[in-house]
């Protein structure tokens, strides 16, 4: 019988060329399988479906797992106000570690001696999809054949056109991942320190001017509503995709480090995850109290971190997830947004667990809490170790 190989499909350069070796070279019953999590058009899927077949795909397989990225990492994402090094929303980092999960889940059922992906030496998806092959299906053995065979991209080229395959695999000026969270931009421009990418490199452009208001309503954290319009969590994300995207709303350029210890810098447009963090995090400092604010910034560091670093299957996501969700009890309310070209302002909240509008007191007004000799002991009280550090301090200097 065949070997079975299940290749981790995107329909590039790459892919293209794991099909064509491992099914002309190896003879092998080779699987593509496309991974969709929101990033990828009907049509799209079509096209990519007809070349893995001309490439000598066996089967052709498309997974949407859309609902279960969102409901089981981008919700977390979002309670924890996520952006790595305060600008990055994990678009792709986070998208790979759920691709790479539902690959090996697929090759574990359909008993597959190989899975195969094309990624080089050089990144963190090789480290991503890896560790999840390696822990969800250990008995099968991942081959990397671009990365083993040391491949450039023009020495794939002109194996795939000895081939017989005269497709146009011309390198695009930009790379362009696109996905629900964020779509991510990297040209010449991000090899650098200093450029910064031009407006046209950028996939959704400016088409509205005139400033608009939309209201998100959330209710324990999940987003529920727009402009009081109920739907699900997935088709809001799109939707405001959508519209801050004809503002050209979610730019940004994210300088991090990788997993191998480089640094990489990509640009990247996210509309829907920046206004909906940015939403979100307004209507948390309303409603939570300050040691649950700062209990859950560490938390949320640490589950991004090990989400981008492909620690996604620790216990201890599951125990920060469980602390996230717990965290979430009070935020449920609108928050009111003005979108313009290139930025949002964020216009304020309406709660019932607004802690602004405790009847206790208003900050800087009155309260009916204590009184004046109350505030003259708690601030002496307050003040006291401090009193006391100062002291020894004028002591020693005597």
Known sequence: MKKKAIVAYSGGLDTSYCVVNLTREENWEVHTVIVNSGGFSQEELVAIEKRAYELGSTKHEVIDITERYYHDCLRYLLFGNILKNNTYPLSVSAERMFQALAIAEYARQENADYIVHGSTGAGNDQVRFDVAFAVIAPNVEIITPIRDQKLSRQAEIEYLQNHGFEMSWEKAKYSINRGIWGTSVGGVETLTSRQALPESAYPTQL????????????????????????????????????????????????????????????????????????????????????????????????????????????????????????????????????????????????????????????????????????????????????????????????
């Open 207 to 398: 088409s509205k001017t005139e400033p608009s208001q939309l209201e998100i309503t959330f209710e324990k954290g999940e987003p529920v509503a727009l402009n009081g319009e109920k739907m699900d969590a997935v088709a809001l994300i799109q939707k405001l995709n959508e519209l801050g995207g004809a503002y050209a709303i979610g730019r940004d350029t994210h300088v991090g480090d990788t997993i191998l210890g480089i640094k990489g810098r990509v640009g990247f447009e996210a509309p829907a995850a920046l206004l909906l963090i940015k939403a979100h995090h307004l209507l948390e400092k309303h409603t939570l109290s300050r040691w649950q604010q700062l209990h859950k910034e560490p938390v949320a560091t640490w589950y991004g971190t090990l989400l981008h670093e492909a620690q996604y299957l620790d216990p201890a996501m599951r125990d920060f997830e469980a602390f996230l969700t717990s965290s979430q009890a009070r935020v449920s309310g609108t928050v009111f947004v003005e979108l313009r070209p290139y930025h949002f302002e964020l216009l304020g909240i309406e709660s019932k667990y607004d802690m602004m509008q405790s009847k206790v007191a208003t900050y800087g007004e009155e309260n009916n809490a204590w009184d004046s000799r109350d505030a003259r002991g708690f601030i002496k009280i307050f003040g006291n170790q401090l009193k006391i550090h100062a002291s020894l301090q004028d002591e020693q200097a005597g």
